[in-house]
């Protein structure tokens, strides 16, 4: 059973830090692409980012290009994401999500989210 | 960027009624057209993908169809577990999009 588990979440000030990671497992990590998909309270959702099954190469939505920085740890079946310069605007949940296939952003799996909150 | 458009943004519905909710992209996608169930304070859901592919374990009263830039979810016999918001979701580029979601509600 594929499974994705989000954490690292919380209350940072602007201009803050946080790291999420999503540890999977149920599947062959390494072998699919992995994104994070955000949203607001109240609001759709927002792809983020994503990485590839290799890890060589990372998209990002131009609303966090140059803040935040995906990665993946093949050893340890996680993703990241490491979030740098926050505003309030990216107070959201984050879902990580596996593609369906290997590469792309077809989802077929997501976690449960974790809430991050950006705020004074 | 491509835009996604759902209509309506939301619904009201009687249980057993079919249900219809439309998707328009900005520019030709292909079928490379997904669509999610949300339901309060949980994950998306898989439902479709490729346009009208069933995701495994879903129940056939859910179908898509569609290909270019109109697209349509239609929910057969609605239950109230149906209840929820839809969202169709494009992965044509390497930057995929959401429309706004249509709710779901009981009449």
């Known amino acids: 059973e594929v499974q994705l588990v989000e954490s690292g979440g919380g209350l940072e000030q602007p201009g803050g830090s946080l790291r999420l990671s999503c540890a999977a497992s149920?599947?062959?990590?390494?072998?699919?692409?992995m994104s994070w998909v955000r949203q607001a309270p109240g609001e759709g959702l927002e792809w983020v980012s994503t990485?590839?099954?290799?890890?060589?190469?990372?998209y990002y939505a131009d609303s966090v290009r140059g803040r935040f920085t995906i990665s993946r740890d093949k050893s340890k079946n996680t993703l990241y994401l490491q979030m740098n310069t926050l505003r309030a605007e990216d107070t959201a949940v984050y879902y990580c999500?596996?593609?369906?296939w290997g590469d792309g952003y077809n989802f077929d799996y997501w976690g449960q989210g974790t809430l991050v909150t950006v705020s004074s | 960027d491509i835009q996604m458009t759902q209509s309506p943004s939301s619904l009201s519905a009687s249980v057993g009624d079919r249900v219809t909710i439309t998707c328009r992209a900005s520019?030709?996608?292909?079928?490379?057209l997904a669509w999610f169930q949300q339901k309060p304070g949980k994950a998306p859901r898989s439902l479709i993908y490729?346009?009208?592919s069933l995701q495994s374990g879903v129940p056939s009263k859910f179908s898509g169809s569609g290909s270019g830039t109109d697209f349509t979810l239609t929910i057969n016999s609605l239950q109230p577990e149906d209840f929820a918001t839809y969202y169709c979701?494009?992965?044509?580029?390497?930057?995929?999009?959401f429309g706004g979601g249509t709710k779901v509600e009981i009449k």
């Open positions: 979701q494009h992965y044509d580029t390497n930057s995929p999009s």
């Open positions: 520019q030709d996608i292909s079928n490379h």
């Open positions: 490729d346009a009208s």
């Open positions: 149920g599947f062959t990590f390494s072998s699919y692409g």
């Open positions: 990485i590839t099954a290799s890890g060589r190469t990372t």
């Open positions: 999500a596996k593609e369906r």
